[in-house]
């Protein structure tokens, strides 16, 4: 017999390992929205998940579940993939980096990558193991950057081509998920890698079959690392508008990944909708902070306009939030749209192109044999990519998430 397939009850054919328990589980998510994740929507649909994985999706005079079967009401709601977090940073410390993903999941975050800070063994623990009620972690282990005052713990310092091969090597070895590199002088404060320096480890990561994601700033380094065969932006160009020349070698690159992490916008912001579900001084600290700045609000105008060229040239865009704030992902989109894209487009961003992007084959869309990672929304976020805050439940693994 072959192994890798079972038969399940609402027969359809779905990945082997669950356990006994979870194959006698069907959930029947009935008579709501259900935004596919990759652009599509059924309305009136029904969602069919069998212990973790969904097994059946349509519309719901299309769907035949057992009698027994759990049905969960989705009259006026509407169900979404849960996000996939692209870049972020998290504790070091088993506890506090458990708690991080369990913040996470409560803001409907399914999996998370974690962008160049993990200098201990924790985070490679964590990767290890599948915890109910936790988002997955991803790792880019430490990071590869030139000296910077101030970062002596965990990215590796490299002066010499050898010594950038020698980083990603020992990356690799511990079986990372991606290289990380910083490309940014901050305003001239530091040195930065120079072209041969980051040509040499995006070589050595393509050689042991690994992708380059890299922290930039300005417009002349994203077009060095591009030609380089860079394969991701975490952040985008923040000093000057993109020309033709970068449009160009976007252009040629069409399996290259954009994630923005757009900036502070430097205008004043409502943060009420955190009430609850943040300790009242943290939330009062966040909106303290949510005032007019003008030059913050230039360079947020200029990844903006960035963003959108990119976006309707076609480059493939996922989210991702820079930090350990586990609603963050909720502000990005919504400065996303306001960048341009469309509410369809950012949240194919932040489930199927995330997903695609950490190379997580059984996630990121509501179809049959994904993993049931959902949110349930109080209302339809294609109407305003703000409803994605409106969380009525979240399923992680087929299971709810506490919240």
């Known amino acids: 017999m072959d192994r890798r397939l079972l038969l399940v009850p609402v027969a359809v054919m779905v990945?082997?390992?669950?356990?006994?328990?979870?194959?006698?589980?069907?959930?029947?998510?009935?008579?709501?929205r259900v935004i596919v994740g990759d652009g599509k929507v059924?309305?009136?649909?029904?969602?069919?998940?069998?212990?973790?994985?969904?097994?059946?999706?349509?519309?719901?005079?299309?769907?035949?579940?057992?009698?027994?079967a759990t049905r969960v009401s989705l009259a006026g709601k509407t169900m979404m993939p849960a996000i996939v977090d692209t870049h972020v940073h998290t504790s070091t410390t088993a506890p506090e980096l458990e708690n991080d993903l369990r913040q996470r999941a409560r803001f409907g975050v399914g999996a998370a990558l974690s962008m160049g800070l993990d200098g201990t063994e924790a985070p490679f623990a964590q990767?290890?193991?599948?915890?109910?009620?936790?988002a997955r972690l991803f790792l880019a282990g430490r990071g590869i950057t030139a000296p910077e005052k101030g970062r002596t713990d965990v990215p590796y310092w490299i002066t010499t081509p050898e010594e950038g091969r020698k980083a990603v090597q020992e990356n690799a070895a511990k079986k990372v998920d991606i290289i990380k590199i910083w490309v940014d002088d901050r305003d001239g404060t530091f040195p930065k890698l120079t072209p041969p320096l980051y040509t040499a480890v995006i070589d050595e990561a393509h050689r042991n079959t690994l992708r380059v994601s890299a922290h930039i700033f300005s417009l002349e380094d994203a077009k060095g690392l591009l030609?380089?065969?860079?394969?991701?932006?975490?952040?985008?160009?923040?000093?000057?508008?993109?020309?033709?020349?970068?449009?160009?070698?976007?252009?040629?690159?069409?399996?290259?990944?954009?994630?923005?992490?757009?900036?502070?916008?430097?205008?004043v912001q409502d943060y009420s909708w955190l009430k609850g579900r943040i300790e009242d001084a943290a939330l009062q600290k966040i909106q303290a902070g949510a005032t007019d700045r003008p030059q913050v609000a230039a360079t947020w105008a200029i990844q903006g306009r960035n963003l959108k060229r990119m976006s309707e040239a076609g480059v493939k865009i996922a989210v991702g939030t820079d930090g350990n704030t586990p609603w963050a992902p909720h502000v990005e989109m919504a400065d996303m749209v306001a960048a341009g894209m469309t509410p369809s487009q950012v949240i194919t961003a932040a489930t199927r192109n995330g997903a695609e992007f950490l190379r997580i084959a059984n996630t990121g869309t509501i179809a049959n044999g994904m993993i049931a990672d959902l949110i349930v929304l109080d209302a339809n976020p294609l109407d305003d990519i703000t409803n994605t805050r409106k969380i009525n439940a979240v399923y992680l693994r087929g299971e709810p998430v506490k919240r």
Do not use: Y
Not at 244 to 250: I, R
């Open 127 to 134: 990767r290890a193991r599948t915890t109910p009620g936790l």
């Open 42 to 68: 059924i309305d009136s649909a029904s969602v069919v998940v069998t212990g973790d994985r969904i097994t059946q999706v349509g519309p719901a005079s299309s769907i035949t579940a057992p009698a027994s």
């Open 227 to 267: 030609k380089a065969g860079v394969d991701s932006f975490a952040h985008g160009i923040r000093d000057r508008d993109m020309d033709d020349e970068a449009a160009a070698l976007l252009k040629a690159r069409p399996n290259f990944v954009l994630i923005p992490n757009m900036p502070d916008r430097g205008v």
């Open 15 to 32: 990945l082997a390992g669950w356990s006994l328990s979870a194959q006698s589980t069907v959930t029947v998510f009935e008579g709501g």
